[in-house]
């Protein structure tokens, strides 16, 4: 489905060495889809979200977006095409505050703003994920939860076409997961087009359209969450018979 898709993911390998962590992996994203990328831990799966985000080069294959080839762009060049995202391990400009973090993406992603205008958008994007009263805040003053709140502010400050979220639920208490569920729930009802990662299954049966499942690299199953989750090859591979 590369006609029409926001993004395809053409048999793409990624090796390290002898190890390959992404074995000739296939999917497409349609605009406005938020997809599911699970399966155990080792699978793979934030190797794919840095094969896409240009944090890692494939080793075969092609990634397009929009149809326009990214596989061997770097990373500045792609977040400037559309694609932003968050990390699995919080990764925060430490020397910086809380706005100015967050200004970051629109001054080096897809929006490109400048000015008192960043500024003000950069609010906006704080004030959805709840942290406007810390704008002038140093990142360091934060806890853990609020620093990947700010990520996903800066994220959402580039404008992008596609969101990545590397397992942005993990860690959550209950509270803060539905709070954190609520907030995807809204980007989606927006219409933006999401790859998300990620262990809480709760959150995969209620967000995504579609989900890839991996293992050992290679995809073992495609379709609703209702149907994958209900595989057997994945039950055994992930979820275990309680969380089917």
Same mark, same amino acid.
């Given at each position: #489905?590369? /006609?029409?898709?926001?993004?395809?993911?053409?048999?793409?390998?990624?090796?390290f060495?002898?190890?390959?962590?992404?074995?000739?992996?296939? $999917?497409?994203?349609?605009?406005?889809?938020?997809?599911?990328?699970?399966?155990?831990?080792?699978?793979?799966?934030?190797?794919?979200?840095?094969?896409?985000?240009?944090?890692? =080069?494939? =080793? &075969?294959?092609? @990634?397009?977006?929009?149809?326009?080839?990214? =596989?061997?762009?770097s990373? /500045?060049? @792609?977040a400037?095409?559309?694609?932003?995202?968050? $990390?699995?391990?919080?990764?925060?400009?430490?020397?910086?505050?809380?706005?100015?973090n967050?200004?970051?993406?629109?001054?080096?992603?897809?929006?490109?703003?400048?000015?008192?205008?960043?500024?003000?958008?950069?609010?906006a994007?704080?004030?959805?994920?709840?942290l406007?009263? &810390? +704008?002038?805040?140093?990142?360091?003053?934060?806890?853990?939860?609020?620093?990947?709140?700010?990520?996903?502010? !800066?994220a959402?400050?580039?404008?992008?076409? @596609?969101?990545?979220?590397?397992?942005?639920?993990?860690?959550?208490?209950?509270?803060?997961?539905?709070?954190?569920?609520?907030?995807i729930?809204?980007?989606?009802?927006?219409?933006r087009?999401?790859?998300?990662?990620?262990?809480? #299954?709760?959150?995969? !049966? %209620?967000?995504?359209?579609?989900?890839?499942?991996?293992?050992?690299? +290679?995809?073992?199953?495609?379709?609703?969450?209702?149907?994958?989750?209900?595989?057997?090859e994945?039950?055994r591979?992930?979820?275990?018979? %309680?969380d089917?």
């Amino acid at each position: #489905m590369v /006609n029409g898709s926001a993004l395809h993911v053409d048999t793409v390998t990624k090796t390290f060495g002898g190890l390959v962590a992404v074995d000739s992996l296939s $999917f497409d994203l349609a605009e406005h889809e938020v997809l599911g990328l699970i399966g155990p831990s080792g699978s793979g799966k934030t190797t794919v979200m840095n094969l896409i985000s240009g944090a890692l =080069s494939v =080793s &075969s294959g092609r @990634i397009l977006l929009y149809g326009e080839a990214i =596989s061997r762009a770097s990373a /500045n060049i @792609i977040a400037r095409m559309g694609i932003a995202r968050t $990390f699995q391990i919080v990764r925060m400009l430490p020397s910086l505050t809380v706005l100015e973090n967050v200004c970051a993406g629109g001054v080096f992603g897809h929006g490109k703003r400048w000015g008192r205008e960043l500024d003000e958008f950069a609010l906006a994007q704080l004030k959805r994920v709840g942290l406007e009263g &810390s +704008a002038n805040s140093p990142v360091s003053a934060l806890t853990y939860i609020d620093q990947k709140r700010v990520e996903l502010a !800066r994220a959402l400050a580039s404008e992008p076409k @596609i969101l990545l979220l590397d397992e942005w639920l993990a860690g959550l208490t209950h509270t803060e997961l539905q709070a954190g569920i609520s907030l995807i729930e809204e980007l989606r009802s927006e219409g933006r087009t999401i790859v998300v990662v990620e262990h809480v #299954m709760d959150a995969i !049966r %209620s967000l995504c359209d579609r989900c890839v499942v991996m293992n050992g690299g +290679a995809k073992i199953a495609e379709g609703t969450p209702r149907d994958v989750l209900s595989d057997g090859e994945v039950i055994r591979a992930y979820l275990g018979d %309680s969380d089917a």
